[in-house]
């Protein structure tokens, strides 16, 4: 494919953010992943910058390399380091050195001529926003920001509250346009900014997901933060009614809350539910172990809450799930139902209703034939809507069109 053009070149574009890991992390990274992907395949030039370590010490370390090639993509941890140093003091010294070194390396690349003409921000907190408007404007590059949720679950409050709106504000005057994952995002970024936008939903290579037979072994799988809480905790419940009447059912949680004791609170739970022999929590798993997990499950689950935060966000999770081909038991909020159709491409579950997904995940269970038919359907939706395939023309045209 001939890649697009920004004057005689490639368009080339930076992404910059203090909210994910990179190559192996949860949504936020799957994210950056189907960026480069999109991007890659219009022939676009990419780097990838980390602000913030994402590893702990004593922990299995993920991502051991500060800087490297993955896919074809550089990337850096721009403070030099992937572990997260326990001291307070070290933490915010290393923000600072990110900010030197990017801004660095942008004066860098607009002396040589080879800075970007975007910079995507992946962060919405007021510091990670702050860091990629600030090398925007050293690399003489625009800002987009990629909005994936509201904007008010970044600004604190209490009586600083009112402060933080406008700092935030303040911030967003330097951004030259929004990719939003959703509707809501859209309309409540037209009516904050006015900034020129994209909708963009959640991304990934559909297209190149081989796609597999379920192992037969009954085993439901979730894949995500445990910091979602009540995701786990909903599943958990709904897994517990169906673990009392199906001793060969298996739940198989693949993910971490880092530096908290999720794991074993939510192993604890699933042990008061009556259904701990039944769940495996497998902790933090790189991308590719996660892969092959979800691969060839009976069946994949992603129980959103009823809030602000899901009506307005998309789960990234749920591209890769489609994309797998297995069958999904997701809920039905926000702009899911915008895509999936309950019986046919998935299996809609209203919000907050457990008994209803304890029946769908029963349902995905009891019929395989049925099951793996939706499975299919899911995948199609997901290649349509999607594929980076689809989103990589319409990405740089949008950046094109923000010269």
Known sequence: MVGPRVGERSVRV???????????????TARVHGFAAALR????????????????????NLNPAPRGSHGGVDFEYACGTTTLPEAWLERRWLRVRS???????????????????????????????????????AAGARCV???CELPSNFVREGPRRAL????????????????????ALERHWAAQAGLPSLRVPILTDVAGTATQPSDGARRIVYAGNLAHADEVTALLEAFADV????????????????GTDAIARFRGLAERLGAGAQVEFTG????????AAIATAAALALPRPKTPWSEAGLSAKLADYLATGRPVVVTGIG???????????????????????ATALRDALADPVRADAIGRRGREVALAAFDVRVHGPRLVAFFESLR
Do not use: K
């Open 41 to 60: 395949g219009e022939g676009a030039e990419l780097r990838i910058f980390c602000a913030t370590p994402t590893e702990l010490s004593g922990r299995r």
């Open 99 to 137: 900010a030197r070194r990017l801004r660095a390396v942008a004066r860098d690349a607009r002396r040589d001529g080879v800075a970007p003409d975007v910079v995507l921000a992946t962060a919405q907190t007021i510091s990670g926003l702050l860091l990629a408007v600030a090398t925007a404007r």
């Open 243 to 258: 673990a009392r009447t199906d001793a060969g059912a298996r739940l198989q949680v693949l993910g971490d809350d880092p």
């Open 14 to 28: 930076w992404i910059v953010g203090d909210n994910f890991g990179f190559p192996n992390g949860a949504g936020s």
């Open 145 to 147: 920001l990629d909005a």
């Open 164 to 183: 933080h709106r406008r700092v935030y504000a303040r911030i967003v005057r330097g951004l030259a346009g929004v990719l939003c994952v959703s509707t």
């Open 284 to 291: 933090a798993v790189d991308r590719a172990t996660a892969n």
């Open 335 to 357: 702009d899911i139902p915008l895509y999936l159709t309950h019986g046919e491409s998935a299996y809609l579950v209203p919000p907050g209703d457990r008994a209803a997904f």
